[in-house]
Structures are given as C-alpha cells and as structure tokens.
C-alpha cells in the first residue's frame, strides 16, 4: 500500500504537509544553504509566462549550473519537486522549478504535453541567458517531470546539458511501434483505471480543483459505459480525459503532442532511472538504444545509461529493506540513487571528473536472485530467446487442466478454448501499476492462484526446475488464435509457482487484436479463422528458483487496468452493448503457440 500512496501523492498533487519519504540510502550531506526567488515569471514564444521558483545555494559562486524540475503538480508544494530541489540546492546547484503551462502559478490552458516540448526549450532558452547561470542547463524529475525532459531532449538546445529522466517513457509516440501516448494505450488497449484517476485528479483544467477519488466508486464506475463519458458522469473537472479515448493510438491527434519517434535525434548524456513494477519497463529499455542509435555526438551515443529497480512507479530511491512490492519480498534493493544524481550533474554541468561515466551501463535489480546486476547493454550479452511450446492433452482451461510448457514443440496438433464475457471480466492484481487512485490498484507482485480458477483463463505449466532459471529481457508469446468475434483482447500473464503452489506474477501483458499487424493499422478479423499475434509482456529481470515452476496464462483481459474489449468490432469507447466471445489458442504442428523467455546463462 506504501506505494501506492506515495504514487498518488505525486500524481494527484500533495501539499506540502503530507509527510514525505525518506530516501532509503541518505542522500550527501547539504554543503551550502540557499535562499528561494519565488515566482519568477519566464516568457515563452507565444508570449505566456511560466512561473518558476529559484534555489539560489549561498556562497557557491555568482555564475552556475542550474537543475530545471518542470511540474504540474505545483512546485512549490509536492515533495517530489521540493526534496530534490532542496538537495540540488545544498550541493551548489541553482534549482529552477516550474510550474507547467495552465498549472498552479503559471499562466496559459493546461493540454496534457501539447505544448511541454517547446516550452521545456524556452525555459532552457532563458535560463541559459540569465547572468546567474553558467550556460549549462541540466533537467531532472519522475513521471510526467521526467517526460517533458524527454519531449525537451528531441528540440535539441544547446544548453540542455545532461538529464535524468525517471519512469518517463509513457511518451513513446510511433518509436518502437509502441503508440503509449503517455500511458493511454498498451497493445491498442485503453489504460482505463490510470487515466481514469490521473485525468481527474493531476488532469483538471482548472486551477484549484481536482476530483475528490476517495469518494469515488472506483468499481462501479470503470464497469460503466461509454468510457468517452466516464469522466463527466463522475463529475470530474474538465480535462483531456475524452479527448485521449476517443483518439486510436495512431490518430494524427497525437502528433501535436510530439511523442518520440524512431527517426528523433538527441544529443545530450542521459540517466534513466525505471522500475520492473512501472508501466513501461520495456520503453525505457528501448529508449535507451534509441538514444544510443540516433545520438548526433560521440557525447550523447556514448553516454546513455540505465539503472533498472524492482520497485513501483517513482519509487526506485524509497525502496525498504526488505524491498517489498506488493506481497513478495525481494531482498535488499536499496541503492545510492542521490548520490549518483549529484556525480551526474557535478560531472556534466560543474566538469568534475568523477568517474561516474565509467559506471556500468545497465544496472539492474534481478528479482528472485534478489541481487543487483551489471551489463555493457540491453540485452544483456548471453542472453537467449528460448521458447516453451504450449500443449494440453485433457485441455488447459484452469489450473486445474494439464496445460504445458514444453520445450520441444509438440508434432499434434490441438486447441484449447475459453469463453470471454465482458460483463465479468478477468480482474487485474498487481503488475505494471501507476497513477490510478483506487487503492485496489496495487503494483507489485501477488498470489494469482484463485483466480486460475476462474473459467476464463488457459493455464500452461512447466514440470519443476532443476536449477536456476534467469531471464533478463523483453518476454513475449506467439500466439495462434481465433475468436467468435471480430475483434477481441489476448492477456498472457508469466507465473512463478512455488513450493506452496503459490502463483506469484512475474510480468504480463495485453493486444487489441484488430492491431496485430500495427497499431496504425486496425484490421478485423473474420470469426473462425486462425490468426497468428505476438503479445509482449514487457521487459522484466527475474531468477525462477530449483524446485518451482514457470506458468503462462492466456485469457482475455485485465479489467480495470485495461479497458474491456466488447467483441463487436465496433468502437470500445462510445458502445454500451457486448458480446461474448468463444476464443482459441492453437498449439503443435503449424500453430505452434509459444512462450518466449530471454534466457540469460547462470556461469556461478
């Protein structure tokens, strides 16, 4: 629950007197003091000014570098924006801290990232001119505070030195034919529940007033249709909830937004900071090599790295020992994140050298190992996609099937099926959680072995392990499918069964099928006919013990997490009527369904 709360304070806009965290490493100690300029009023091109406080830290000198944190959840009262800032501050950096356009002091209309790309630009523009700056500009923040950072990195200003994006990568546009468009969509579905809470909490077009969650009916009213009107029924403020539904992922709405493409340029160093339990763990990770392919200098190709947590959405830094995140423990993932932050910037904006560049480029929690890694990239070197076949002699509907993960694929051929009724839908229960306000959405890990009992769910199995199985990397499934309808969800879902025949997620993930060909390409399927998909559960790191046994589950949904697909090929959005769905998946022979994991060898 800690988590949870701490993502809520974030997104929906705490004051200040909410008690904030601790870092679970204590940050350096503060060597200077500093004053604040309050409010500053910095012009953009349009002529709209954006409100920003200084940290000026007292005795480091008349010229420095400045740490931007850009905001629209008030930067003057939510501790994500006032910690950092007082830290930066303490270390001899000014800190500029804004609020976004149409938020808290800053003048204009608030669209969710529509105009963050050139403002974030603007604001660096004018900081680098100021006579208290030393011209290098660095930018820091998590959630949507590390996003402007990225949408800022493709304008490519001079004086954007360094950065540290954190949980940010919900601003992949076509890059990676991902279309999350800010975590609206995953695999063509709705992120119903998230944009849900955020929209009407963080989202409210007006100043001063957001949707009270606590008293919302979080059950009742994301059952409820249309989605296109959800957002007035609950009597939300006006925000960009209708707009972000109504719009498919490759609508040409979302260019305004200037989400990342693969044919984007960067040149500055970066730091990425994620978490396997964040929302898009395998973004960041393909962010990463973007950045690294399309760097105009040897200094931005060469300076790309990545540390990768088992926590929660903005929660790498607070991580408790013992790491808990949702039910399971996983051992000790604390970690010197401030520490890093401070060598980061003292290296890129002060010139000190360091060493910090000669750190590993990919660090990164292995889960059930329960131990941090290292590696020169993603993926790791070694690593192997290994495919487990599925296969069931009896069927595999339910735990309590013979479902199979085999792996040497099956010469018969066979199906298994399941019946989908929208109007009882597979619940979510942990996994890749963030922002949504309902305090059932808990990231993390959990026991899921109830509901492998539910008649909507095929269960495949491997026998026990004899060793260690380690997997580090983007797993997936290919599927061949078929459905009663003409449109349909496939959800898979990677298990660790243990000793206690406790089934524990381990990552998981979701496809509209009408986009298994692209998401700028929607195409029907004829009932009946067998159709190959490829569902992507994500990057995840992650040590499946001796003695226990991997799982995969296919069903089709993850309601509320995911908007339910109604099965009648029409428009999920604005259509209050359904069908239920009688879906396939085909395993042996030619349909040759399939799990595939990124082995990585275990030489110890």
Known sequence: MRSVLLCGLALIGATAAAQPPQPSVAPPPPKFQFTVDSNLMIPMRDGTRLAADLYRPTGAGDRLPVV??????????????????????????????????????????????????????DTIDWIAKQPWSNGRVGTYGCSYMGE?????????????TAMIPQSSTGVMGYAGG??????????????????????????????GRAADLSKIDFSSMLKSLPIAT???????PPSDFRDFVTHPPADPYWDAKRYLRDDDRFDIPALHVNSWFDVTPEQTMY?????????????????QFVVMSPTAHCQSEYAPAPTKVGDREFGD??????????????????????????????????????????????PVPGMTPVPYYLSSTRGALTSRGDGQLLRRRSPAAGRDQFSYDPDDPMPARGGTVCCTGNPKDEPGAFDQSDLETR???????????ERPLTIAGTVKTVLYISSSAKDTD?????????????????????????????????????????????????????????????????????????DRNLNTGGDNVTETTWLKAVNTVYYGGATASRLILPVVPESR
């Not at 904006?349 to 993603?378: C, F, H, S």
């Not at 909507?456 to 199995?461: F, G, K, P, Q």
């Open 68 to 121: 931007l944190i850009r905001t629209p959840y008030n930067k003057s009262g939510v501790f994500y924006v006032t910690e950092p800032a007082r830290f930066f501050a303490g270390q001899g950096f000014l800190v500029a801290a804004q609020d976004l356009r149409g938020k808290f002091r800053s003048e204009g209309e608030f669209v969710v990232q529509l105009d963050d790309a050139e403002d974030g630009y």
């Open 148 to 160: 402007v950072q990225l949408l800022a990195a493709k304008m490519r200003h001079p004086n954007h």
């Open 178 to 207: 991902f279309h999350t468009n800010w975590g609206t969509y995953e695999g063509g579905t709705v992120g119903l529940s998230p944009l849900f809470g955020w929209m009407g909490g963080a989202g409210s077009k007006v100043k």
């Open 230 to 236: 959800m957002a007035e029924r609950a009597g939300h």
């Open 287 to 303: 962010l990463v090599g973007l950045m690294e392919r399309n760097g105009v200098s040897a200094r931005a190709r060469n300076n």
């Open 333 to 378: 993932a604390r970690l010197g994140y401030f520490e890093l932050y401070r060598d980061w910037f003292d290296h890129w904006l002060k010139g000190i050298d360091n060493d910090v560049t000669n750190r590993p480029k990919v660090q990164y929690y292995l889960m059930g190992a329960n131990e941090w890694r290292t590696a020169p990239r993603w």
């Open 455 to 465: 008649p909507d769910v095929l269960v495949y199995t491997t026998p026990r392990l």
């Open 490 to 562: 496939f959800a898979a879902k990677l298990l660790e069964v243990d000793s206690a025949g406790r089934s524990w997620n381990v990552a998981s993930g979701i496809l509209r099928v009408r986009y298994r060909e692209s998401m700028a390409r929607p195409v029907l399927m004829t009932p009946g006919r067998v159709y190959r998909i490829e569902v992507s559960l994500k990057a995840t790191a992650h040590q499946f013990a001796p003695g226990n046994r991997v799982r995969l589950w296919v069903t089709s949904s993850e309601f509320p997490l995911h």
